[in-house]
Structure formats: C-alpha cells, structure tokens
C-alpha cells in the first residue's frame, strides 16, 4: 500500500474538524470518512494514522469504524451501488431492483465485480420513502426508480469508465 499520509490540505481539514468539537476523538467520524474518501477503504493500518492523528488507540478507532456500515473495512467497487429494501421501497418493489442488481453486476452483498467497477450494498431504509423505491451510487441519490432506470445509470456508469 501507498504511504498512507494525507497532504498538507487535507491535514488543515483535520484540523478544521478537530476544532469544531470540544474533545479531539468527537473528530473520529469526519476524518475517517476523509479517509476512506482518499484510499477508498479503511486497511488497518489507515485505521492506526487516524488513531495517531486524533490521539485514540486503533481500538477506538476500529470500534468506530466496525459500527457503522458507511466504513469499508475491505475494498469496494469504484462505484458502490446500495440499494434500499426496507418496507416503503420494498413495496415498490426495491427487492426485485436489488436482486436484478445482484444478477446483473454478478455480485451479492458487500462484494466488488472482478474489474473493481462496481460494488453492491443492500441496505435499510436511507431516508427517502417518499420517493420510493431508492438507490445511491457514492454520493449521489436516485428516487423513483425502477429497472430500467437503474440499467440506464449502470450502463452509463460502465460507458463513462
């Protein structure tokens, strides 16, 4: 693995969130997202720099790391595709969006294509039952969907690449 260090950048933005709150460890969650956002997941030893910078043993930081689904303990796909099945999605039928999913990428949960494109996720709800059914694709939310829609934004994704 790469030297894991970030920049002088994004160390000011350590900071900025050290700053913010009353205990440097309260900066956990921020700087670990920072982190996975630079390596794409979070290795060990990118768990230990987090638990240097902030002063936290790696226990600390893995606890943190391990409780919320949002950090990648393994590497995932360049594209990490969720898509939600909780009850408003599924009864506009988010499980059989899923499934197509799962079939079309040849992938199942928490796993990665062979080429690394694509990652797939089945989650609980997102927060976003009026527009039912859902997914995200990284960061960006798609309402309203169905499986010719997600075909589309998946068939984009792969053209783009």
Known sequence: MEDIKFSE???????????KYPEKKAAVMPVLW????????????????????????YAHVYGVATFYTMYFKKPMGKNH????????????????????VKTRLGISHNEATEDGLFS?????CMGACGGAPMIVINEDFHENID???????????????
């Open 34 to 57: 920072m982190a996975q956002k630079k390596w794409g997941w979070l290795s060990k030893e990118v768990m230990m720099y987090v638990g240097e910078l902030l002063d936290l043993t």
């Open 81 to 100: 595709v969720q898509v939600c099945t909780n009850v408003s999605c599924m009864l506009h039928k988010g499980d059989e969006i899923y499934d197509h």
């Open 9 to 19: 950048k994004e160390l000011q933005e350590v900071q900025y969130h050290i700053d």
């Open 147 to 161: 499986i010719s829609k997600v075909d589309k934004i998946l068939d984009d994704i792969k053209n783009k690449s």
């Open 120 to 124: 797939l996720e089945e989650v609980e």
